[in-house]
């Protein structure tokens, strides 16, 4: 009886932990920057239908008009930041991972982004002096994290590593850090933060930054894109995605929708080939 009673508690709690355990197959990717990446075009039709319910977003704010609470995954419709945002790489990005990897194999990912923000925003120990020099507006959006994006943006990925990897960051930000000689330092500062808050490791944690609106596109930030191009010399699997080609908005700033769906797409494609190494 003795022994019975032994194999049935083992029984037991290999079962409670397979209920409460990982999927490998569940593939998490944290994304955060300004408003390239918080999504600045409006999505179109094409951009809300046919979503494969594989392709996850943990919403990172509460948002009654998407029938979506803060720490809960719906399928991947955008938008993909906060309640009212628009198109983002993100959106892309997914697509396209799902479309070259095995059936079994899901994509989730959070968003977390404050357009017209600095890098400093993401810097957990000096990001409460930089708000306090921002313009109400900036301070409104922070606010929506309840004043700590970083914070927001940790506390929802410890949520998702219950549920499923963490494989990769992305970040698209630098044009309100245009010709910052100091900014891929400052990039290391949250990239090493996240690594340390999630118990990540470099090697199996690739960054990969985008390009702000490219010359070819007229971006007037276009400078930025040479600081940008020297991240893998600060952060060894740091990996950096070309704008080149990539339509922009008449502000010259912005990217348009379909040129978040190219740079969407060629984040993943660059994912793809860091994990294939």
Same mark, same amino acid.
């Given at each position: 009886?003795?022994?019975?009673?032994?194999?049935?508690?083992?029984?037991?709690?290999?079962?409670?932990?397979?209920?409460?355990?990982?999927?490998?197959?569940?593939?998490?990717?944290?994304?955060? /920057?300004?408003?390239?990446?918080? /999504?600045?075009? =409006?999505? *179109?039709?094409?951009?809300?239908?046919?979503?494969?319910?594989?392709?996850?977003?943990? *919403?990172? %704010?509460?948002?009654?008009?998407? $029938?979506?609470?803060?720490?809960?995954?719906?399928?991947?419709?955008?938008?993909?930041?906060?309640?009212?945002?628009?198109?983002?790489?993100?959106?892309?990005? &997914?697509?396209?991972?799902?479309?070259?990897?095995?059936?079994?194999? !899901?994509? $989730?990912?959070?968003?977390?982004?404050?357009?017209?923000?600095?890098? *400093?925003?993401?810097?957990?120990?000096?990001?409460?002096?930089?708000?306090? @020099?921002?313009?109400?507006?900036?301070?409104?959006?922070?606010? *929506?994290?309840? $004043?700590?994006?970083? /914070? !927001?943006?940790?506390?929802?990925?410890?949520?998702?590593?219950?549920?499923?990897?963490?494989? &990769?960051?992305?970040? +698209?930000?630098?044009?309100?850090?245009?010709?910052?000689?100091?900014?891929?330092?400052?990039? =290391?500062? %949250?990239?090493?933060?996240?690594?340390?808050?999630? +118990?990540?490791?470099?090697?199996?944690?690739?960054?990969?930054? $985008?390009?702000?609106?490219?010359?070819?596109?007229?971006?007037?930030?276009?400078?930025?894109?040479?600081?940008?191009?020297?991240?893998?010399? @600060?952060? =060894?699997?740091? +990996?950096?995605?070309?704008?080149?080609?990539?339509?922009?908005?008449?502000?010259?700033? +912005?990217?348009?929708?379909?040129?978040?769906?190219?740079?969407?797409?060629?984040?993943?494609?660059?994912?793809?080939?860091?994990?294939?190494?």
């Amino acid at each position: 009886m003795k022994k019975l009673y032994f194999l049935l508690i083992i029984n037991l709690l290999a079962t409670s932990f397979k209920s409460f355990s990982q999927d490998k197959n569940f593939y998490i990717f944290l994304s955060f /920057g300004q408003s390239n990446m918080e /999504g600045n075009a =409006k999505f *179109e039709p094409q951009d809300t239908v046919n979503v494969d319910s594989r392709f996850q977003v943990l *919403e990172a %704010v509460d948002c009654p008009n998407l $029938g979506r609470k803060k720490g809960n995954w719906y399928t991947a419709i955008p938008p993909l930041c906060r309640c009212r945002t628009g198109l983002t790489p993100v959106d892309y990005f &997914g697509r396209a991972m799902l479309a070259n990897l095995p059936a079994n194999v !899901r994509i $989730g990912v959070i968003n977390v982004a404050v357009g017209g923000c600095k890098i *400093e925003l993401f810097d957990k120990d000096n990001y409460e002096s930089y708000v306090a @020099t921002t313009p109400n507006w900036l301070k409104n959006m922070v606010k *929506e994290y309840d $004043g700590n994006p970083y /914070g !927001r943006l940790v506390e929802m990925a410890k949520l998702a590593q219950k549920d499923g990897v963490i494989k &990769g960051i992305l970040l +698209h930000q630098g044009e309100s850090n245009t010709n910052d000689t100091l900014w891929t330092k400052k990039v =290391k500062v %949250v990239y090493d933060n996240l690594l340390k808050d999630l +118990h990540l490791k470099a090697k199996k944690v690739p960054l990969i930054a $985008g390009e702000t609106v490219n010359a070819d596109q007229g971006g007037i930030c276009a400078s930025m894109n040479k600081i940008i191009a020297t991240l893998p010399q @600060t952060i =060894k699997n740091a +990996h950096v995605v070309s704008s080149s080609g990539c339509t922009d908005a008449a502000d010259n700033l +912005h990217f348009d929708a379909a040129g978040y769906r190219e740079l969407g797409k060629r984040y993943a494609d660059k994912m793809l080939s860091v994990m294939n190494k």
